[in-house]
Structure formats: C-alpha cells, structure tokens
C-alpha cells in the first residue's frame, strides 16, 4: 500500500527565514505533487514532479524530488507571510488514485 | 486550463435527509472521478474512485449504502450522503482525472462544505 509521510506537520517561521518540509513515500510512484490549502478553500496546485532529480521553482517555493531515496522536499526561501497556508505533497501512480501525506501547516510571523 | 466545479459549495441539512453533490469537468472529458473527505484540521482522505458507466470503487470503511456516487458521464459525477448524521459533516473535494496518449492529468473542483444539524 503506497503511504506517504510529510514533515513536520507544523511550522512557525519568522518572516525572512528558509525552511525545509519533507515528503516520504513508500513505493515507487510516477508523480509528485506539491499542493496548498488555505483555510476552506479546495487545493492549490504548486509543482508536480515526475523525474528523478527534478526541481522546479515558483517565487519563495522550491521542490525537488529524488526518486531513489522516494523523497522530495518543498523548500522555502525568505518566507513571508502570505505563504502561511497548510502544504500537502501526493503521490500517484497511473491508474490509481492519488496519496496525501498528512499536511504541513505553516504559520510565517512578522 | 481545466476546471472542476462542485454545487453546491456549502449545503446545510437536517439529520436524517439526504444530500447530493455533484462535480462537473467543465472543459474536458473526466475517464475517473475521485471524492475525498476533509475533516478539520486533517489531511484529504479518499473515499471512493469512479470511472463512467461503471460502478464506484469504495476505500475501506466507507459504506457504499451511505455514500452513494453515480458517475454518470464523461463530464459529472455525483455523491449522495444519505440520511446524513452530524458526524458527516465534512469537507467533500471531488477530483477528475483525464488521459490523454499515456499521459494523466488530474484537477480538483473547489469543495463542498457539508454541515449536518
């Protein structure tokens, strides 16, 4: 059963600061995604991965994925607080559904 | 781009009536639908997959009697919480995925919030 862990599952950030939130999979996968919610809202798509080795960027947001280690991360560079919303990562694989890790909410403060 | 619209967007009800949602591919042809329920607080958690013209394919715990999908067509799907109790209130998210030549895409409708008095 594919099962996909995400860490931490909050963080509290001063503004300027660089974080790192994690995504681990259990099996191998065609893709990866990087998504946000904010609060009652429905999903943000930000990334999808598909490669080893990829890495993609949008403005503060990073990700890249590594396949072999069935890791990616979402790295975020001098946060500001319109980034606080909750980050989920999912794994699909083709003809099955996608997985969602449990959520990262993060929090950036002045 | 693609879109998915749900309706309704909140829909509050009393114990014990039913409900229906219905998730719609507004621009492309959806070959499987997939619904999610949010609890508070929690991440998405599937509840049942369903591709056109056949029968919907339910995640462990979820009762099909209760949550009942019809997927009718390449283009809407709907879920119907039947005699809805307080403890479904939830956040319902549906998803459509398209292939296309080998390649999948996949987009999310912007959630029903679901209040059950």
């Known amino acids: 059963e594919l099962k996909v862990e995400q860490n931490p599952l909050f963080l509290s950030m001063q503004e300027g600061k660089n974080y790192t939130i994690y995504c681990n999979y259990s099996?191998?996968?065609?893709?990866l995604y990087w998504y946000r919610q904010d609060p009652g809202k429905s999903l943000e798509s930000l990334f999808v991965?598909?490669?080893?080795?990829a890495v993609k960027q949008e403005g503060r947001l990073m990700a890249s994925l590594d396949t072999k280690a069935r890791l990616s991360t979402l790295h975020i560079t001098a946060a500001v607080h319109d980034l606080s919303a909750t980050y989920f990562c999912?794994?699909?694989?083709?003809?099955?559904?996608?997985?969602f890790g449990a959520g990262t909410r993060l929090t950036v403060k002045p | 781009g693609a879109v998915v619209s749900q309706h309704p967007s909140w829909v509050i009800c009393k114990s014990g009536t039913s409900v229906k949602i219905e998730c719609r591919s507004l621009?492309?042809?959806?070959?499987?639908m997939f619904w999610y329920r949010q609890f508070p607080k929690q991440s998405l958690m599937l509840m049942a997959t369903?591709?056109?013209?056949?029968?919907?394919?339910?995640e462990q715990g979820v009762e099909k009697d209760k949550f009942l999908i019809n997927h009718a067509s390449l283009t809407l799907s709907t879920l119907t919480v039947t005699s809805a109790h307080p403890e479904d209130s939830s956040f319902y998210i549906c998803?459509?995925?398209?292939?296309?030549?080998?390649?999948?895409?996949?987009?999310f409708g912007p959630g029903t919030r679901l209040t059950v008095t």
């Open positions: 998803s459509a995925r398209t292939v296309g030549q080998g390649v999948y895409e996949q987009y």
């Open positions: 099996t191998t996968s065609d893709r």
């Open positions: 991965l598909l490669s080893n080795g």
């Open positions: 999912a794994v699909d694989r083709y003809n099955n559904d996608m997985r």
């Open positions: 621009d492309f042809q959806a070959t499987t």
């Open positions: 369903s591709n056109e013209g056949s029968k919907a394919t339910y």
